[in-house]
């Protein structure tokens, strides 16, 4: 690594110690985030559904067609 080069603190990759591969802010003393832009674009958009999201039929123990007629059920009534 060379004084003109980075290492993000996520990937722990080198990069050179650009606005190109890190973005800029004023809250540190370089002035270049800690995250390269492909990790922070990785941190902005947050975990995928799947692993923050588990199926309600999982939560609840009935089996999925229960509850979908509960569903059917609780929509219906408000219809009418």
């Given at each position: 690594?060379?004084?003109?080069?980075?290492?993000?603190?996520k990937c722990r990759e080198s990069w050179p110690n650009t606005t190109e591969f890190y973005r800029r802010t004023s809250s540190r003393k370089k002035?270049?985030?800690?995250?390269?832009i492909a990790c922070l674009s990785?941190?902005?958009?947050?975990?995928a559904p799947t692993e923050w999201k588990t199926p309600i039929?999982?939560?609840?123990?009935?089996p999925a067609t229960a509850l979908q007629g509960i569903f059917r059920s609780l929509?219906?009534?408000?219809r009418a």
């Open positions: 690594m060379t004084s003109d080069e980075k290492i993000c603190t002035h270049l985030q800690g995250y390269c990785d941190y902005n958009r947050g975990p039929s999982s939560q609840s123990g009935l929509v219906m009534g408000a």
